[in-house]
Nanobody, 130 residues
Framework: QVQLVESGGGLVQTGESTRLACAAS????????MGWFRQAPGKEREFVAA????????AYADSVKGRFTISRNNAKNTVYLQMNSLKPDDTAVYYC???????????????????????WGQGTQVTVSS
């Protein structure tokens, strides 16, 4: 089973940018579809973005579309989340997730279902101050 470790985040101002990274080990990262979720205090974990193992297909939650970009570097076993134009509502713990080896891109409903993820990172805090 793949192990995931997130990094990046911290405290940023409204309108600023930051990038999260998720390093994978112990599995065949290059064959896994990957995703990012987030959880704000008192709220349920919600889907943010996903990317197929080739990097050819991505999916985003409406709340981040046009502001966030998910990407991956299979040679470095790392998936990234570039976050631009940050808002206070983006404040949350961000989690990296591995869906496993999917043979073809799935629909948005698949990636947005947290139960589909097979492995999770420990999370990294992002706080956006107004």
């Amino acid at each position: 089973q793949v192990q995931l470790v997130e990094s990046g985040g911290g405290l940023v101002q409204t309108g600023e940018s930051t990038r999260l990274a998720c390093a994978a080990s112990g599995g065949t990262f290059s064959s896994y579809d990957m995703g990012w979720f987030r959880q704000a205090p008192g709220k349920e974990r919600e889907f943010v973005a996903a990317i197929t193992w080739t990097g050819g297909t991505t999916a985003y939650a409406d709340s981040v579309k046009g502001r966030f970009t998910i990407s991956r570097n299979n040679a470095k076993n790392t998936v990234y989340l570039q976050m631009n134009s940050l808002k206070p509502d983006d404040t949350a713990v961000y989690y990296c997730a591995a869906y496993g080896q999917l043979t073809y891109p799935r629909q948005y409903a698949y990636y947005s279902d947290s139960a589909r993820a097979r492995s999770w990172g420990q999370g990294t805090q992002v706080t956006v101050s107004s």
